[in-house]
């Protein structure tokens, strides 16, 4: 083989590494899984850390370019009338980019309002996702969804 195949071979494994490396992060984690239920009209806030130095897309008003976070929660008896409620996003601005992005940073705070007709005696598993795109002051990311299980205990 030629020092040039063995360069080539080289930096093609390095990208590949690096890219499977980049792929595995995480910029947000969830906070608390475990919340008091009671029956009737129940509001949890599900609080997301951002990882320092990055932040997320805004869920709605964002760039044709760019991902907008979503919460997606399973649909799950007993619980009826679920919504959410993102918080209004703050403005920074990019060096290349003419329009401001919408973006979350540091902690994001998602309330979720919801029924519950009768509770039962065990916990309820209530399975959620997140879907970001996370940005640093240089370069987007590929988007990520973040799983997570959330246990409603009745009071």
């Known amino acids: 083989m030629s020092c040039f195949q063995n ?4 930096l093609l494994f390095f990208i590949g590494v690096s890219w499977s490396t980049n792929a595995q992060i995480q910029w947000v984690q969830i906070q608390d899984t475990v919340y ?13 850390s951002i990882t320092e130095g990055y932040h997320i897309q805004a869920n709605t008003g964002v760039l044709d370019w760019i991902s907008p976070s979503a919460l997606n929660m399973e649909t799950k ?26 973006v979350f940073s540091e902690t994001l705070i998602v309330q979720l309002e919801f029924y519950i007709a009768e509770i039962p005696k065990d916990s309820i598993p209530w399975k959620g996702t997140l879907s970001y795109q996370a940005c640093d002051n240089k370069q987007c990311y590929y988007p990520r969804t973040l799983s997570f299980m959330l246990q409603l205990d009745p009071n």
Do not use: D, R, W
């Not at 009826?80 to 919408?102: C, D, R, T, W």
């Open 7 to 10: 360069i080539k071979l080289f």
């Open 77 to 102: 008896n007993p619980l009826a009338n679920v919504s959410m409620y993102f918080p209004k996003p703050h403005e920074i601005s990019l060096i290349g980019i003419k329009e401001p992005l919408q």
């Open 36 to 48: 008091q239920v009671q029956k009737g009209k129940n509001t949890i806030q599900l609080q997301f």
